[in-house]
């Protein structure tokens, strides 16, 4: 697993090794710096590791929870959407159910006995300081389990993929960058199930350079 602190200063002597270091710092300091990182420690929400290493869910909103048990928490207006204050700001939450997994903007209304897999949340335009904001305060309750890869990141700059994936306690949270059809970036905060994590984590092992560190 991998875990790793940024700082202001996009020089590879913030790069600072905790389990391993990666296995080029070289590519790694260019990831970073494109990014352009800039550390905010604040409090996202009152979720936390359990001691099985799962992920609840985020807040009041738990993974597993039924359409009727999210209807009736304060700040959601249906079962699939939910508004609450974070940074300051009004953040929409977008709810995926089990049965609605293969389309999270379906029109079909969710089965009553399906269960919540997906909490994402819209954290508005992609800026130095709120992605950097973003990734201190995940990084600061989950461990980072997945960075991109050079492949990844290139694929991303170049354009023939419109979203860069940041990992955190083993899939089971994601920081993502979404290029929009125009051309601008926005963030999105992912907090999914067992089973989505664990469906990440095995694409995540296909996918990594054989040179890359286990």
């Known amino acids: ?80 959407e939910c508004l609450y204050d974070l940074f300051g700001k009004n953040r929409y939450f977008t709810l995926t159910y089990g049965a609605n997994e293969s389309n999270s903007h379906t029109e079909s209304p969710p089965s009553p006995t399906a269960e919540l897999t997906k909490i994402d949340i819209d954290m508005g335009n992609h800026t130095r300081e709120s992605f950097g904001e973003l990734y201190e305060t995940l990084a600061s309750q989950y461990p980072v389990s997945h960075v991109p890869t050079e492949s990844e990141d290139t694929r991303f700059q170049e354009g023939t993929d419109n979203e860069l994936i940041i990992g955190f306690a083993d899939g089971s949270v994601i920081l993502k960058i979404v290029r929009r059809p125009f051309g601008n970036l926005i963030l999105r905060v992912i907090y999914q199930d067992r089973a989505a994590a664990e469906a990440l984590r095995e694409y995540w092992e296909k996918t990594r350079p054989e040179s890359a560190p286990h």
């Open 1 to 80: 697993m991998v875990r790793r602190s940024f700082k202001t200063n996009c020089s590879l002597k913030h790069l600072r090794k905790e389990h391993h270091m990666f296995a080029s710092v070289q590519r790694v300091t260019r990831v970073v710096c494109s990014l352009v990182l800039v550390p905010f420690m604040v409090a996202l929400g009152g979720t936390a590791l359990t001691q099985a290493n799962t992920i609840e869910g985020f807040g009041k909103l738990k993974l597993g929870m039924t359409p009727r048990e999210v209807e009736a928490l304060q700040g959601c207006s249906s079962n699939t």
